[in-house]
């Protein structure tokens, strides 16, 4: 229920989707712990007042009200007007804390102090903004899988400047974080760029000497396959030529040629590990998974594609 009453709430205003201006219908305030004893405070001085008819003590008790008054406006106004949108999150690894990246403007000639953003699951984050200013505001998220992370509703609340009235909004984030599977630990060496396949036989796939034709796999290049016999006999199955010599220079990393006793998780642990291997060392490889493949090239583009193709084997699109 109390979930409920809160995706209620935040689309009261219309949709939290980010990016988005905190107006009047957006902003909710209640007293805090302090407010209501604030209130039951004056409630129990304005009838000692009436009782002993203390002009002094009406006094104070519509003074205290008045400012309790202007608490409540200061600490709305904290909010109301704020421009929200986020930045596109990195991907992380699977046991690091996905950055989710909130950005705050401050459009008005007002200052906004103390406020507060905050996330299940992560720990809030307290910003002040100058009047006219833009920051940022980043909630550590914390990650157990790999896969799309959809972060959850962002709560801004603030309590300014006397900490009796609670003023609060929600924002949703639509971007997801997607997180990188966990490489393995103590992984085997990444296997010669000139053995072929992951578990070939050396100069199986080079490209000096033809050698043969062998059945087509998803992650072969298309410049190996033999597309002269398969224009001969189009109805039988795609052939890919092999090569002898060991000068091919291409490293590839086949997901159904690791060790069998190795669980599928495991499996893409110890990929996971060799691709960041791979591109340290600067060498052309590729990336073979049941169904689909990467042909093989080098740089920051092709390991940033190799992990994703990781992080997201296997899972629900």
């Not at 016999?229 to 109805?235: F, L, S, T, V």
């Amino acid at each position: 229920m109390r979930e409920a009453l809160r995706r209620w709430l935040a689309s009261l205003g219309g949709p939290p989707e980010l990016p988005l201006t905190l107006d009047r219908r957006r902003i909710f305030v209640l007293p805090t712990a302090v407010g209501l004893v604030w209130g039951c405070a004056l409630v129990a001085m304005l009838l000692t007042a009436i009782n002993y008819s203390l002009s002094l003590g009406f006094a104070l008790v519509f003074m205290l009200a008045g400012l309790g008054q202007v608490a409540l406006l200061h600490t709305f106004r904290n909010l109301l007007a704020l421009e929200l949108d986020e930045l596109p999150p990195q991907p992380v690894f699977a046991g690091q804390p996905a950055r989710i990246v909130i950005a705050l403007g401050n459009p008005e000639s007002r200052p906004r102090a103390a406020i507060m953003l905050s996330m299940p699951g992560a720990p809030p984050v307290m910003v002040d903004i100058a009047p006219g200013e833009r920051r940022t505001a980043e909630l550590l998220l914390p990650t157990q899988r790999r896969g799309w992370l959809a972060p959850g509703r962002v709560r801004l609340e603030t309590r300014y400047p006397l900490g009796l009235i609670r003023a609060w909004s929600y924002a949703q984030p639509r971007r997801r974080c997607l997180v990188w599977p966990s490489p393995e630990v103590r992984r085997p060496a990444l296997p010669p760029a000139d053995a072929g396949l992951v578990g070939d036989r050396a100069g199986g796939d080079g490209l000096d000497e033809f050698f043969g034709l062998r059945d087509h796999r998803a992650a072969d290049s298309p410049r190996h396959v033999a597309w002269k016999a398969w224009a001969r006999a189009p109805d039988a199955p795609l052939l890919t030529k092999q090569f002898e010599g060991r000068g091919g220079g291409e490293l590839w990393l086949d997901f159904e040629r690791l060790p069998a006793d190795l669980a599928p998780e495991q499996r893409i642990a110890r990929l996971t590990g060799w691709v960041l291997d791979a591109d340290v060392a600067g060498l052309q490889y590729g990336l073979a998974l049941p169904g689909q493949g990467l042909a093989p090239a080098a740089g920051p583009a092709q390991r940033d594609e190799a992990l994703r193709r990781l992080a997201l084997y296997g899972l629900p699109s």
